[in-house]
């Protein structure tokens, strides 16, 4: 064994710790807000893991599906998913949005991605401070509510395929502020359609070689408990102040983001990855 060894192993561990922090993390994230997590795994990706933005986004994507799994089962045992609405929530996301976002994220340029995702974190914040579900729940669902769905459902895939997140940054307020759900119904659907989006999304960022599967793996599985555990928490959880937590946390990580690309710079690529084929 060479000197040099015992130190490469030494970084190793530490970068699989931050790793397998950032998944319990966004765990947390998925399981009390109906997110997939992204809105903090693709900063911190980049951030602390030095990660390039566009393998940020399809490695946060590909780590999404067990984390919403476990969420939305928290959800499910209390009763706060709305299946119909998931139902046509995914038709617009898996079939078209996440298919369509993921083709996007191959060709835009990655400083683009990271404004956008920042600038569709501050609008998804400024949209929950201003509504409020209904305790009633939302009305019976219509064709014209059916095929709102489905355009909401296409604007949170192509956002999932695009920007690496699960799309509930946009399905829950759109629940909240457009249809009346309750908050935690929102969240408990919203999870419910992450799971095809972020499959589907995924499988076509490995055709292009926009995903590290390795890192994926790790986040996923560690975030599993403790998205169970705060959805537990999310459904009983005052609904305006759940609101409020969420869009204050959405204004932290979309400045930062902001700030962060503010100007232009070449795009790191992460210790230890493989280059796209």
Excluded: C
Excluded at 76 to 83: E, I
Excluded at 97 to 121: C, I
Excluded at 151 to 160: C, E, K, N, P, R
């Amino acid at each position: 064994m060479t000197a040099t060894e015992p130190a490469r192993s030494g970084t190793a561990a530490a970068g699989t710790a931050k790793i397998v922090v950032v998944g319990v993390a966004a765990g947390g994230l998925a399981g009390i807000f109906g997110v997939g997590g992204g809105i903090l795994m693709v900063p911190t990706l980049v951030l602390v893991l030095s990660m390039g933005q566009r393998l940020a986004h399809g490695t946060s994507l590909a780590a999404i599906a067990p984390i919403a799994i476990a969420g939305v089962a928290g959800y499910a045992l209390d009763g706060k998913v709305d299946w119909a609405a998931a139902l046509f929530l995914v038709v617009g996301s898996a079939v078209v949005g996440a298919p369509l976002g993921t083709r996007l994220l191959a060709v835009l340029p990655q400083r683009a991605l990271a404004l956008v995702f920042a600038l569709v974190l501050l609008a998804t914040a400024a949209r929950m401070v201003l509504g409020d579900g209904d305790p009633a729940g939302r009305a019976d669902l219509t064709a014209g509510t059916a095929v709102a769905l489905v355009l909401v459902g296409v604007l949170s895939g192509t956002t999932a395929g695009l920007l690496g997140v699960g799309g509930g940054v946009i399905m829950v307020p759109a629940m909240v502020v457009l249809l009346g759900v309750p908050g935690a119904v929102a969240k408990g659907s919203s999870l419910a359609v992450i799971i095809p989006t972020a499959i589907v999304g995924t499988a076509s960022n490995i055709r292009r070689g926009n995903a590290d599967l390795r890192v994926a793996a790790i986040v996923g599985v560690s975030g599993v408990v403790s998205s169970f555990a705060a959805s537990q928490v999310a459904v009983g959880l005052d609904e305006r102040l759940s609101n409020r937590l969420f869009a204050a946390l959405l204004v932290v990580v979309g400045g930062r983001m902001l700030w962060d690309n503010r100007r232009p710079r070449p795009e790191p690529a992460m210790l230890g990855s493989s280059p796209p084929p």
